[in-house]
């Protein structure tokens, strides 16, 4: 793997998981404003113009792999925005999920991201961020996403700690909370006769479109002002 060349007072994205969906519209979004984008994920993204690291984010050593590539290009930039969309859902229940079975979850939810903040911060210059990609399920719960509900819980108290640890960097991070988004994974998860009733949960009674999300990390990106916030982009919620 070749190490890649930036382009002077290059603003770079760093994005887990933009092979499809959120991820995928993400990386379209800052492409077309003249970001370097390179997704690290196992699928490359199909978007002509991405780079792609491949990186298994649920191994413990993801990082070894593309370690040169990444030090290259973050040395390189000027400004670097880390948006951490990779994550796993899990139809599972807290009475019956084994702690392998958590720590799977673990790693590519909380542990990954921990991981590449580690590595990144000491190359990010001030007006950078670090953004999260949340859940509805990051602020309460529902039956049978036990695992999930955890990992999503934890990725906000994660971003919290990190807006206190990295004052005064000029670093900001939020955590963009999507509700029901129409993407695979919830189409993976919600049976076909079951989404009308999905849609009816959202007051505008549709699911989001992945772009509306990417445009809303994008903002997030480009204004400070809510660094340490929970952004909850969900077209208001009918809670019953």
Known sequence: MGVIELD????????????????????????????????LSRRPCPLEGVQHLR????????????????ESMLSQADLVSVIHNASRLSNDTATDT????????????????????????????PASSVLFVGSTLSEKAVPSSYTYVTS???MIGMMRAFCQDLAGTGIHTACICPGFTDTEMLREHVPADAMAAVRGMSAFNRLIE??????TLFWAASNPVINGSVVHANLGQIET
Not at 98 to 125: C, G, W, Y
Not at 210 to 215: S, V, Y
Request: proline share 6%; glycine share 6%.
């Open 152 to 154: 999503k819980h934890g």
């Open 98 to 125: 084994p702690s392998d079975k958590l720590r799977d979850v673990l790693e590519i939810n909380i542990v990954a991201p921990n991981t590449l903040n580690r590595f990144a911060i000491p190359f990010m210059k």
């Open 8 to 39: 002077s007072m290059t603003r770079l994205l760093l994005i887990t998981g933009a092979s499809a969906g959120i991820g995928l519209s993400t990386a379209s979004r800052f492409l077309r404003d003249g970001y370097t984008v390179v997704n």
């Open 210 to 215: 992945p772009a509306e999300i990417a445009d």
């Open 55 to 70: 990186c298994d984010l649920a191994q413990p050593d993801f990082l070894e792999s593309i370690r040169s590539n990444l």
